[in-house]
């Protein structure tokens, strides 16, 4: 389980954006707080943060004519096996959206792309 770095979002090969939206909504479900060395920063952040993620990751995905269901679009929703937030404060946009994603882990990610096959322009 991995989040690709934000900047790679609307580059990615179709498997990996829809792998993205696949691991996004397990995050935000019931796989909220369980470990995952990959994804463990997460975490230490608000569930917002992640909502955030999944909206640009959505966007990406309207673009290329998907349609991830409009209930995801909600901040609260957390998925149809998970009960929503009661209350989830909202917290200010920043870019990255997650620290965690700086030019280490980018180059980490082109390096996990490469290693499928996978060579992205920059």
Same mark, same amino acid.
């Given at each position: 389980? =991995?989040?690709?770095? !934000? %900047?790679?979002? /609307?580059?990615?090969? /179709? !498997? !990996?954006?829809?792998?993205?939206? /696949?691991?996004?909504? $397990? ?6 707080? =369980?470990?995952?060395?990959? *994804? %463990?920063?997460? @975490? ?7 909502? !955030? @993620?999944?909206?640009? *990751?959505? $966007?990406?995905?309207?673009? /290329?004519?998907?349609? &991830? %269901? +409009? $209930?995801?679009?909600? &901040?609260?929703? =957390?998925? =149809?096996?998970? &009960? &929503?937030?009661?209350?989830?404060? $909202? *917290?200010?946009?920043t870019d990255p959206i997650f620290p965690e994603h700086d030019a280490a882990y980018l180059q980490e990610c082109l390096e996990n792309l490469a290693g499928k096959g996978i060579?992205? +322009?920059?």
């Amino acid at each position: 389980m =991995r989040l690709w770095h !934000q %900047d790679l979002i /609307r580059l990615l090969p /179709r !498997q !990996q954006l829809l792998g993205q939206h /696949r691991e996004i909504t $397990a995050l935000r479900g019931l796989g909220w707080g =369980r470990r995952h060395a990959t *994804v %463990d920063y997460v @975490f230490h952040h608000s569930p917002y943060k992640l909502f !955030q @993620f999944h909206l640009l *990751v959505m $966007a990406t995905m309207h673009e /290329r004519g998907y349609h &991830p %269901d +409009p $209930a995801w679009h909600d &901040p609260l929703y =957390r998925g =149809r096996h998970c &009960p &929503p937030y009661k209350d989830l404060t $909202a *917290v200010p946009l920043t870019d990255p959206i997650f620290p965690e994603h700086d030019a280490a882990y980018l180059q980490e990610c082109l390096e996990n792309l490469a290693g499928k096959g996978i060579h992205l +322009p920059l």
